[in-house]
C-alpha cells in the first residue's frame, strides 16, 4: 500500500459508518489529528521520528481546549500478526520509545502511575501521559480493525479536563451505544481511568485479571525492539 493510499484508507475507517468513536472522527473533521507514518511496527528504524513527532504533538497539545487531538502512527507492515503477536509487537515499540526517554533523563508523568498494572498507570512518553489504541487487520473487535497496523496517542490529561466539565460521560456514552449497535456488544476490556488498568485495552486484546504487560518503565530493557 502506497504511502497516500495507507493515510486515505485510515481517514476511511474513521468515517465510516460502523466506526464507533466520535471523539476520533471530530479530531479529524477539526483537523486536530495529527498522522504520521512508519516502517513496520516490529522494526526500530523510525523510532527517532517517532519520538520527535510526539514532541512536537506536545508542543501543540491545548490540555484545556475543547478540541481533542490525536496524534496516530500507521505502520506498514508487518503483515500476518494475529493478536498475540501484535500486542507483543506494539509493546515492544512502546518500551523502546520508554527507553529512549530513559536515555534522555526524561521523567514520568507526575499525575500518573508508572507502574502497568495499578489504575492510575497512563503510559508516559517525553513526560506526557497517553492513552494508546492500536489497530490492525486481525483484531478482534471491529472497532479496532484497521488493514494494516496503527497506534493512536491519545493525551489523557485531556480526557481529565472533559471528565471534569461532564463531556467525557456524554460522549462515552455515545461510543458505546454506537459500537453495541454495530457490533451487538460493548468491549469488555473498556474501563475508565481508576478502575482498571488501562495497559490491558491498548492492544485491544481480551486479555484475563492475570495478564500483566510486557513494560518495564524504569530501566532500559533487554527484549528485542527490533532494527
Known amino acids: ?3 497516500p493510499d495507507r493515510r486515505a484508507a485510515f481517514e476511511a475507517f474513521l468515517t465510516s459508518d460502523d466506526f464507533p468513536c466520535v471523539g476520533a472522527r471530530a479530531a479529524l473533521s477539526q483537523d486536530q489529528l495529527r498522522v504520521i507514518e512508519a516502517g513496520a511496527l516490529d522494526r526500530a528504524r523510525h523510532d527517532v521520528d517517532i519520538r520527535a513527532a510526539i514532541g512536537a ?3 501543540e497539545l491545548d490540555r484545556d481546549g475543547p478540541q481533542l487531538q490525536t496524534l496516530v502512527v500507521l505502520f506498514d507492515g508487518p503483515d500476518g500478526l494475529d493478536e498475540v503477536g501484535f500486542e507483543a ?3 515492544n515499540r512502546l518500551q523502546a520509545l520508554r527507553n529512549m526517554d530513559v536515555a534522555a533523563g526524561e521523567p514520568w508523568a507526575k499525575d500518573v502511575s508508572d507502574d502497568p498494572g495499578s489504575a492510575q498507570f497512563s503510559l508516559s512518553l517525553r513526560g506526557e ?10 483484531a478482534s473487535r471491529p472497532a479496532r480493525r484497521l488493514g494494516f497496523p496503527a497506534m493512536a496517542l491519545n493525551a489523557h490529561r485531556q480526557f481529565e479536563a472533559l471528565r471534569a466539565d ?3 460521560e456524554q460522549m462515552k456514552q455515545i461510543i458505546r451505544e454506537r459500537e453495541e449497535a454495530g457490533t451487538g456488544s460493548i468491549n469488555p476490556m473498556l474501563a475508565d481511568f481508576g478502575e482498571g488498568s488501562e495497559a490491558a485495552q491498548y492492544s485491544g486484546r481480551a486479555v484475563g485479571e ?3 504487560a510486557p513494560f518495564d518503565p524504569k530501566t532500559e530493557a533487554t527484549r528485542n525492539t527490533g532494527s
Do not use: C, N, S
Not at 501521559?129 to 486481525?138: S, T
Open 1 to 3: 500500500m502506497t504511502r
Open 57 to 59: 504533538f506536545i508542543e
Open 89 to 91: 509487537a506494539l509493546w
Open 129 to 138: 501521559p497517553f492513552f494508546v489504541v492500536g489497530l490492525h487487520p486481525a
Open 166 to 168: 461532564g463531556r467525557y
Open 210 to 212: 492475570d495478564w500483566t
